[in-house]
């Protein structure tokens, strides 16, 4: 740091400064939201509370994708966040109840081989 100060001519108070961005700065970088990643639209509301939820679903959607690809990474998935998006919108549940006992029953309808891949990877 010494060879930074006279090199530069920077004062110990700006060299804190530089510190605490070389700490920061890798954090901000894996926090910064990438307009492809969440689909970002223009925001047509008015009333302040409308904009506040309307951001705070698009980070909770933004958290939840973060989460799908840690996971992906996680276990050493071949596929995209976008692929399992897309095989996911096609998985369907029913609910069955049963005319006499009035049991409720629920089946998950797996039917592709991609679905099945991606049932035995989250295990569901």
Known sequence: MYSLFKKFKISKHMATGLAWHKAVLPNL?????QKTDLKIRPIYHRLQRRIEAHICISFVAYKVYKEL?????EKQSSL???????????????????????????????????????AKQFGF
């Open 29 to 33: 970088r894996q926090c910064r939201v």
């Open 69 to 73: 690809e840690r996971q992906l990474f």
């Open 80 to 118: 995209s966040p976008e692929k399992v998006i897309d095989i996911a919108k096609t998985i369907f549940a029913i609910k069955i109840v049963h005319p006499i006992s009035k049991d409720v029953y629920f089946k998950t309808l797996i039917i592709t081989d991609e679905q099945r891949l991606l």
